[in-house]
């Protein structure tokens, strides 16, 4: 059996669907979430982790807790992770990503609804982090 991931990925219900397949194997988040910046929430490659869904929707900036279904849990290992402005995606960067998310613009809105962030925060020099990952048997 394998320990209980340090940081597991939370992943909203309406992507439930992209789990079970297992289409989904890259995700994007706000900000540097490096492990050699300490960044609480950073995945290391190779570091074996789940894909959780999300019951109740949280908001970090607003210090309100998100809860997790208990069940089903994606067992994944992280392939990569990277930052990049945004300026800096590149089409192949959107490979694997949610339907909604296979360019620069689907991403800005995703990222502006999910985290409450604005177009003036969004700018081309905003940082994100992609990390791709495989799905364990």
């Keep these: 059996m ?20 297992r289409s989904l194997t890259t995700i994007f988040r706000p900000g540097r979430r490096l492990l050699e910046e300490n960044h609480p929430k950073a995945l290391a490659v190779g570091e074996e982790t789940c894909l959780r869904i999300i019951d109740k929707v949280g908001a970090d900036w607003a210090e309100i807790p998100g809860i997790l279904l208990p069940e089903p849990v994606y067992p994944v290992v992280i392939k990569a992770v990277t930052v990049k402005r945004l300026k800096g995606l590149l089409p192949e960067d959107f490979e694997g990503s949610s339907p909604d998310v296979q360019d620069l613009s689907g991403l800005k ?5 999910i985290y409450n962030l604005s177009k003036e925060d969004l700018s081309s020099d905003f940082w994100v982090t992609r990390t791709t990952f495989r799905y364990l048997p």
């Design 109 to 113: 809105l995703q990222l502006g609804l």
């Design 2 to 21: 394998r320990s209980k991931p340090k940081n597991a990925i939370w992943i909203r219900k309406f992507y439930q669907t992209l789990l079970e397949d």
